[in-house]
């Protein structure tokens, strides 16, 4: 038999859902120690869903009035995991619990965490939630290469097919990812001023009208003037993927935890996976997401 690709022999299940052991520590600290404030916003992805992009897209959102000229853009130097940190991969993973009371409000995390793990004083609070999701087949296949490509020297690539099983049976990293992707859904129909629910694909087709969307739903619209100035524009063309992966910054730089920035970039478009599933595959997809979704309305 095959032997288990390298991710998924060291993923271990809390609350109903998968973690690295290190992420794992992470989620458990955060849900000890994060203090959420009323005006914070959380962008909630599982990972491949265009996490990378969101947070460009609402770090520039958030900051617009600090950096009016785009050439002094923190973006063009940085990258948007760095602007906009995990709170359970990279602030509560650490071993001291961090101080978060310096950022100046309205401070913006993200997460992977489904929604039964948030903190509770995040339950408790005002904060709002963005939630990204994508088409569990580009989310699949995404994550297929982002694994390989960041595999340990030591380690095998993990098999397509292998990975596509566990996939199925909700084994990847914050799955399984039907159900993430429904907590969060029924929360937004349940609460939509608190949960805002996005699609990568509809980001795509129309990223000016989901741009001006999301700044409505965090109480920061877009004024008459911003519009004139071609403000989303600037924002969206910032934030292209073309843009932000021939910076070099993501071409070459790293990030603290060692990945190389351009892991977080390879094509960005919907579709990818026609390449790489068969029909049974996909056959095998959709009837999850029917079983999953069914009593929902979600429809991915
Ligand atoms: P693909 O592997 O399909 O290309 P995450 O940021 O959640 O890890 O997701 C990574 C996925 O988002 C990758 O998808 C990546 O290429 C895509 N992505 C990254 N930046 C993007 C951007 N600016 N616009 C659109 N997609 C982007």
Not at 99 to 120: E, G, M, N
Not at 193 to 199: A, N
Not at 285 to 292: E, G, R
Request: with cysteine; glycine share 6%; hydrophobic share 35%.
């Amino acid at each position: 038999p095959r032997e288990r690709g390298w991710v998924h022999r060291h993923l271990y299940q809390y609350q109903g859902f998968w973690h690295t052991s290190r992420q794992l520590q992470g989620v458990l600290a955060c849900q000890r120690h994060f203090e959420a404030q009323d005006t914070d916003i959380l962008l909630v992805t599982t990972p491949k869903s265009g996490t990378t992009w969101l947070k460009a897209i609402m770090f520039s959102l958030m900051n617009r009035t600090c950096y009016p000229d785009t050439q002094q853009h923190p973006l063009l130097n940085d990258s948007p995991h760095n602007l906009v940190p995990f709170l359970e991969i990279n602030l509560y993973a650490e071993k001291d619990v961090p101080d978060l009371t310096s950022f100046a409000p309205p401070r913006l995390f993200s997460t992977h965490l489904p929604f039964v793990s948030l903190p509770k004083s995040v339950q408790d609070s005002a904060c709002k939630l963005v939630y990204l999701c994508r088409d569990p087949r580009d989310i699949f296949v995404s994550f297929w290469h982002f694994t390989n490509k960041l595999r340990p020297l030591n380690q095998g690539n993990n098999h397509l097919e292998e990975m596509f099983d566990l996939f199925c049976t909700g084994v990847s990293l914050s799955g399984p990812f039907w159900d993430h992707a429904v907590g969060y859904w029924k929360e937004s129909l349940k609460n939509p001023r608190r949960v805002f629910f996005l699609k990568y694909e509809e980001m795509k087709e129309q990223p000016a009208y989901h741009l001006k969307r999301i700044a409505q739903f965090l109480g920061c619209p877009l004024s008459t003037e911003e519009e004139a100035e071609g403000v989303v524009n600037e924002i969206l063309k910032l934030c292209t993927f073309d843009n932000l992966s021939n910076l070099e910054v993501n071409m070459n730089g790293k990030l603290a935890s060692g990945e190389a920035n351009s892991a977080f970039f390879r094509r960005g478009e919907v579709g990818d996976w026609k390449n790489y599933l068969t029909g049974e595959m996909v056959e095998r997809f959709d009837k999850i997401s029917k079983q999953k979704f069914s009593d929902s309305g979600l429809v991915l």
